[in-house]
């Protein structure tokens, strides 16, 4: 638990020192993010050395949205004078996203379902 | 009074409101009722009542709201052992990701801005398909503000578990693992939860989906502040 706790710090840390380094391109913990998950995959890291830890923070993270989320209080005239805005850009949004994901991923599994039957075809 | 406005009081408060909030989702199994959205309505009506503003609550719960770096750094061993499991061509599932990624974006910020919403609105809108601490961080770093974020990625992963199977049913949708990508990609983690009732593939891709656009959105967002 500790020794996975001092890895995410230590990701976050480096995160936020190259965030720092480029000019704030990025948010140092999406950095860190993506550096942890390059070390993995590269075999840098041992994944048992996080495992517990991570799998730990990200099954119960929910609680740590609590705070922020509460600041939605001082933002109700804000949020009563863009009501219909931020309804309908969200749902036409969802859809679309949900849409395009679908109609791409099916689109690139029945094309390759059509040329495995053809080479099948050619093979016989 | 001075002991409700301190530290151990509002942590106390947090977690056990967001407690109280898991075990009534569990009982009713309803969308609605996340457990961040019953802390929510009991937190706020307190912090009204008792009259203590957002500053010092938020000041009191820093251990709680400090978590989130975290949490966005631990998300890489999370896309690393689901990517290490992947079976099946990554790089269609890559290519839908990506195009979803830029429509989700393009068009929450163009719809938003179209409507006459306010800038902070707008920014806050377009991480609206990431998973909470991945939007939250780029909410903040791209001048959005991480409250409204977070009601915008809730309502996002609410409507989208909601109406989410029945939409991808009625535009024609038979893949099992573009029916995950697209829940996991349009709605996180609560499109996920949906997509794992449907199948186990919907919701191992639809877990996939949450990693990879929350990458790429962080990929894409310094190309498209401009529109803000």
Redesign the interface.
């Given at each position: 638990m500790i020794k996975g706790?001092f890895w995410?710090?230590l990701?976050?840390f480096l995160?936020e020192l190259i965030s720092l380094f480029i000019g704030?391109?990025?948010?140092?913990?999406?950095i860190?993010?993506?550096?942890?998950?390059l070390s993995?995959?590269f075999k840098l890291l041992n994944?048992a050395q996080?495992?517990n830890?991570?799998?730990t923070?990200?099954k119960n993270?929910?609680?740590?949205?609590?705070?922020?989320?509460?600041?939605?209080?001082?933002?109700f005239s804000?949020?009563k004078?863009?009501f219909?805005?931020?309804?309908?850009?969200?749902?036409?949004?969802?859809?679309?996203?949900?849409?395009?994901?679908?109609?791409?991923?099916?689109r690139?599994?029945?094309k390759?379902e059509i040329d495995t039957n053809d080479n099948q075809a050619i093979e016989q | 009074m001075k002991i409700i406005n301190t530290e151990i009081f509002m942590l106390l408060l947090?977690?056990g409101?967001?407690l109280l909030g898991t075990i009534i989702f569990k009982k009713t199994k309803i969308s609605f009722f996340q457990?961040?959205v019953i802390?929510?309505c009991i937190?706020?009506p307190f912090?009204?009542l008792t009259g203590i503003d957002?500053e010092s609550?938020?000041e009191h719960?820093?251990p709680?709201?400090f978590?989130?770096?975290?949490?966005?750094?631990?998300?890489?061993?999370?896309?690393?052992?689901q990517?290490?499991h992947l079976k099946g061509?990554i790089l269609?599932?890559l290519?839908?990701?990506f195009?979803?990624?830029v429509?989700?974006i393009g068009?929450?910020v163009l719809?938003?801005k179209l409507?006459?919403?306010?800038q902070?609105?707008v920014a806050s809108?377009a991480p609206?398909?990431v998973t909470?601490?991945?939007a939250?961080?780029?909410s903040?770093?791209y001048g959005g503000?991480?409250?409204?974020t977070?009601?915008?990625v809730?309502?996002?992963g609410i409507?989208?578990s909601w109406?989410?199977p029945f939409?991808?049913r009625i535009?024609g949708?038979?893949?099992r693992?573009?029916?995950g990508?697209?829940?996991g990609?349009?709605?996180h983690a609560l499109g996920t939860a949906r997509a794992m009732e449907i199948g186990a593939v919907e919701g191992a891709l639809g877990g996939l989906?949450i990693g990879i656009m929350?990458?790429l959105t962080?990929?894409l967002?310094?190309f498209f502040k401009e529109l803000f």
């Open positions: 706790l995410i710090f990701f976050y995160g704030g391109f990025m948010p140092g913990s999406i860190g993010m993506i550096l942890l998950f993995l995959l994944p996080v495992k830890t991570a799998t923070i990200s993270m929910a609680v740590f949205f609590v705070p922020a989320t509460v600041g939605l209080m001082t933002y804000l949020l004078n863009n219909w805005a931020i309804i309908v850009s969200i749902f036409v949004s969802t859809l679309l996203v949900m849409a395009v994901v679908a109609w791409i991923q099916q690139f599994e029945f390759n | 947090t977690i409101s967001f457990p961040l802390a929510l937190i706020i912090l009204l957002f609550y938020f719960t820093q709680l709201n978590m989130l770096g975290p949490s966005v750094v631990a998300l890489g061993y999370v896309l690393y052992e990517v290490s061509n269609s599932m290519a839908a990701i195009t979803g990624c429509v989700g068009s929450v719809l938003a409507f006459g919403a306010d902070v609105i809108l609206k398909s909470m601490p991945i939250l961080s780029l903040d770093f503000k991480p409250s409204l977070a009601a915008f809730a309502i996002c409507f989208g109406l989410g939409f991808l535009i949708i038979k893949s693992i573009a029916r990508l697209a829940m990609s349009a709605s989906a929350g990458l962080a990929l967002m310094p």
